[in-house]
């Protein structure tokens, strides 16, 4: 297990702990308040797990919206609608034992569902780019810092990137395999050749110096990456599939991703939430408003 | 120091012990470097703003402990610590003791995602705006839990007007840093600041590259500037600062929120305001001053020396009317400028200011310092001009004023930012 990884294991472990402790503050406090500030530590720890899976976008949005948003609005709720100077108001309601015991059901039963039965996709799928008949599956794509909120050698804006492709089935007399990274847009790098042992061919990039005027500056949000094949002698085949040049485009980080999916294919669904939300509001406002009609 | 070992500044820092420990003492190293300076920062910060107010009102501020009071802040700082810790008998001890450290929980995890020099942070995301928005505001959990739990109505009145400005204050702010962020098309700190070292439009005198005419408040004169306004006015009510610091106004509610805070919890609360103006200041300092970008790249070690001679002597002169301190003002202005001339880094061979040799490193470090302490200047010199203002104008000059404008100010730059692409779409539609 690389340190990292172990590193990471240590925060999810803390973090996981201390939003079942805060959990457990929410429902067992009976102070009412005080189970509102216990939400702090379940959504806090909730947001650092999201960065520990590498969802830094996922773990800042969960900060701004649920800490900085509702659970103020929460907080402000239950002072106003309580006697807030008086400190022992409390939740006097138990669960009876039916209650503990169906929830115990519905509890294990997600268990048993989340450990069995859900798929738990590994990484991104393999990007398949299909020229001339041969498939080149571009397998593995890593930058680290920039994808994990703080974690990896990230401080430049240069990162380490690895890159495998997989060529399941190369066409006689091929051996090789070229890339080209091209990172900023109208820049060409040069071709680097790679042997294909075992089917795949692997390139590792490392930090580039970025005072070398010929390294390219990474500065877009993804690198974009192309393909040839080249026989032992070096010789671009008259048939190469991959002269067309098949763009492999990366994405750094999972912001991108994510604004694109919610501006994309999620729009409705967004847009749906929206509309919820809004008519949660306005029904507030109108039962606030008869309130105060009626006194 | 190679331009390499710079790059290896990021932790997790190579102490040669097994690879975890590594990253964990980083990050205890880090931290511990950050709250320190935070500390050492704050207590400066206090005794600069006393003086300031001293001479703004016509008097000398501090001046028993050390030349001209120098040392005060230390003494601030020993009495904090030898304070008697109280707590109230109405208190809930538990809130009440974690309270200070959510506030300062919430300003000291912006610090470590602020570019502080080229390319440098303790910690790159390449989210990093969001992440601070979410963090900052994070602190305000801190200030409702310090009111309430302290049983106090002055106390609790403090926190529900911290935390209702704080929030509302969150949509100017958030709008502004969204049209910057049109302009920018990152959310990436460094990012940000690098392109502010190109993409001029304009200027009146030609830079060889980058320079004050690129950056952000110059960008799209004026909207660009109206926005760092914005910015900077809800930065001051996010802060609490006069003329926002309605939420310890001491002629209304003693001291607000942490009217029943003593010692060393108090001063918790003291350092997180402190280190919410440095990173409100930072903040400005990346979206609309260019961060660590030096404001005129091309102009050689000598123009500053001849600029801060002429500012020394007129400064000098107008000081006392007198030959005699035009002559002093001018030797002590032309030091300077030699000084900040020899820090600006000359430019490297093919003309840009990329941060990565070591002069050029520590002049982005000089810089964004600079622009950054300049920023919390301004702060300290309007609390001792302006006065504070009323709940019900300070929300009215938020909700109804400062939004619909950074609204305004949003589509204006977006537009601009589109500029190409709707002129095409109209002129198409035009011609038919």
Redesign the interface.
Known sequence: MA??D??LN?VFYVFAAAAIAGAAGVAASR?I??SA?AL?AVL?SAAALYAVMKA??LA?????IY???I??LI??AV?LTHR??D?NVSNESTPGPAAVFAVLCLFVALGVTVLFAAKWPRGPEPRPAVAGGTDVLLLQYQAD??TG??WG?????EDRAVLVVRVPRAPEGVEEVEFQVSAVPGWRGDWVRRRIAGGEARLELS?L???D?ATPKV?E?RLHWRVKLRDREGASRPDDPFDEQVDFTVY??V?EPAARALAGPFLFAFEIASVLLLAALVGAAFLARKEVKEA | MSPSALASLAWPFEIGLHPVLDAFLSIFLICFVLVNFIAVYAGVSTLVERKIAGHMQARVGPYRVGWHGILQWAADALKLLLKEDIIGRNTDRLLFRLSPYVVFAGAFLCWVALPYGPNWSPTSMNIGILYLLAVASAGVIGILMAGWSSGNKWALFGAMRAAAQIVSYEVPVGLTLLAMLFVFGSLDMHEVIRQQAQGATWGLFPEAYGGIYSWGILRHFPFTAIAFIIYYIGALAETNRTPFDIPEAESELVAGYHTEYSGMRFSFFFLAEYANMFVVSAIATTFFLGGWLPPFPSVPSTGYAIAGGLAGAAVGYLKSRRGWDAMLGSGAGFAVGILVGAIQAPPGVDGAFTGSTLPEFVAGIFWFMAKVFSLIFVMIWLRWTLPRYRVDQLMDLCWKKLTPLAFVNLLAIGLLETRAEWWAALTGWLKG
Do not use: C, E, W, Y
């Open positions: 340190a990292s172990i590193v240590v102070n308040v005080r500030f702090l806090f830094d976008f800042a949005a969960q900060v701004l800490v900085g948003g659970l103020v907080i402000f002072m807030i100077t400190v810092g920039k909120l703080g050698k990230g401080a430049t804006h930090k110096p970025s005072d005027p500065r949000n750094r980080g912001t």
